[in-house]
Every structure is written in C-alpha cells, then in structure tokens.
C-alpha cells in the first residue's frame, strides 16, 4: 500500500562559511556588496580637495627651502630655482645671530616636555578618576569640563597675563609651562577612552588579589590605556609646539622665544629700518621645525588611531 504523503526531492542544503567555503555576501537595497562597497563622487572630490590643501602648503614650504634670499625672488614658487641651497640654508640657519635659532630649538623641547608632558600626565589620572570612580559632584565636573573644551585658549590668554603679572611670573618659562599643562581636551578624551578600555571586572578582580589603588593603576589600567596616552601626548605636543599667542604676550626676552614667536621675530626684521632681510632662513626653519611633528605623527600613527577611535563601537 502506498503512503498517502508525495514525495518530494529534499530541499538543498543552504550553504554555510566553512572550511573551503566563501562567507555569504551582503547586499545592500542597490547591490552594493561588501567586499565592493558603494562610491561617492561628492566624497572623493571633497578628500582631494583636503588632500591638495594640505599638501600644497607643504611642496612650496620644501620647494622654497632650497633656494637662496635672491632666488626667491627670482622663480617660482612652485618650482625649484638654478641653485640647490637648502644645505647651505640648514647651515645658516642654525648660526644665524650665535646659533639663537638653536636656543629656542631648545626653549620649545622644554615647554613640550614639562608642559605637554605634564598635561598628559594629568589628563590620564584625572580621566581614570573621573571614570571609574564615583563621587559626589561628578556631572558638575562634566559640565565644566565640557564647558572648558568651548573655551579657546586665546580668550584665556590676557586674563592669564594679567594673574602672573601679578604674580611675577611674567617673561619666564613658567608663564608657557604653566597655562600648558591645563589641557580640558585630554582630559575628556582619556574619561572616554578610559571608560571604554577598562573593564571594572578586571579592576575589582585586581582589589580582590589584595592590589592596592596605586599598583591597580599602574600594572592593570596603564598598559590598557597606552593608545589614549599616546593620542594625548600627541595632541598636547602638537598644541605646545604650535603655542604663538600666549608666549607673545609673556615673553619680552628673546632667550626664552619658542620656535614659533622667534621666526615671527626674523620673518619682522623685513619690515624694521635697517633689518636683514632673511625670508630664505625663516622658511628653512619653518621646516625644520615641523619635521619633528611628521615624525612623530608618523611613528606613534597605530597608537592615536586607536586612541581616537575610542567608544566609537561597543560590544
């Protein structure tokens, strides 16, 4: 007697990523794949415009290196001119006025590494606190940290001249070192990436082994947050390093000049009776003064990479 069920051919079995097997595509509602994702044209010709922004300024800075007072008067200034100069420039410049140009080298490497150091160093403690530590008044701090990051830090600058004049601290290096190391920025980035990057069972599996406050944060929550230490040393470093206003209004003795305020002193000579002409020197020392900055960006890129993308995804 035969069963009253049809028989029918079995379905094929739907194909799985395995061994062998090529994970399924995604498609989205236009068939744009993953591995094929879709274009923008509007996107492309905004990053070339960024692109040719940044790196114009760049060639000419490199291109006018090379050439001497006269030859930048005499070619363009998108091409090179008949003499090859930039050695002799390198030269000039550091001898230039009994090698002044290397004091301020100096003078700008001090305000990094106490002010810029020092500002990491306060974001990092005062952003673990902030995150995994409650306390009474914790979104008053929020608030006026968020409120600090909307204030530039020109706005502050009078007000700050005028405390440490008050206090004499006026054309000295504390008066750059000081405001330096209040950096509202950090602070709020490594609250995030602290939060994101620790997890408070690993904290409190740490206190329950006996760990006191002090040794949890440096053999536990300090190698977690490396790429954030490194993202704010970054961004601190390249803040100190660019600093032009607040030393102009500090600072009346050349010998403590950062990098910056003293090329802004030869780039015036130009324009003062009887004052050398040295356009060529101020241009070969804006390049020297920003390849520390590449390289730094350079070495240290996985690490600010992932330090900025803190929080961006969650499990």
Not at 61 to 87: C, E, R
């Amino acid at each position: 007697m035969s069963s009253p069920l049809t028989t029918a051919s079995p379905a094929a079995p739907a194909k799985t990523s395995g061994p062998g097997r090529s994970a399924p595509r995604l498609r989205g509602t236009r068939g744009h794949s993953a591995d094929k994702p879709r274009r923008s044209v509007l996107l492309t010709v905004l990053t070339s415009l960024v692109v040719v922004y940044t790196v114009v300024p760049l060639i000419w800075l490199v291109v006018n290196a090379t050439k001497t007072q006269a030859g930048l008067a005499d070619s363009s200034g998108m091409w090179f001119a008949d003499d090859f100069a930039l050695w002799d420039n390198i030269r000039s410049t550091f001898t230039y006025h009994d090698g002044v140009f290397t004091r301020w080298l100096l003078n700008t490497l001090l305000y990094v590494v106490l002010g810029a150091g020092g500002a990491t160093l306060l974001a990092v403690l005062g952003g673990y606190a902030l995150a995994k530590f409650d306390f009474p008044g914790k979104r008053g701090v929020f608030a006026t940290v968020i409120g600090a990051v909307a204030v530039p830090g020109t706005a502050l600058a009078v007000p700050t001249f005028l405390m440490f004049s008050e206090m004499g601290l006026t054309d000295t290096p504390w008066a750059v070192i000081i405001p330096s190391l209040v950096s509202p920025f950090g602070l709020y980035l490594m609250w995030v990436f602290a939060t994101e990057a620790i997890p408070a069972e690993l904290l409190e599996a740490a206190r329950i082994d006996g760990a006191g406050e002090a040794r949890t944060f440096f053999t536990v929550a300090l190698p977690l947050l490396a790429p954030g230490i490194v993202t704010v040393l970054l961004f601190t470093t390249v803040a100190t390093w660019n600093n032009y206003f607040l030393p102009l209004i500090m600072l009346k003795d050349p010998d403590w000049y950062p990098l910056t305020l003293g090329l802004s002193a030869w780039n015036s000579q130009a324009e003062t009776i009887g004052g050398e002409v040295i356009f060529n020197l101020v241009i070969t020392g804006s390049l020297v003064t920003i390849l520390p900055l590449i390289a730094a960006f350079l070495l240290l890129q996985k690490y600010w990479q992932s330090g900025l993308a803190a929080g961006s995804v969650k499990e």
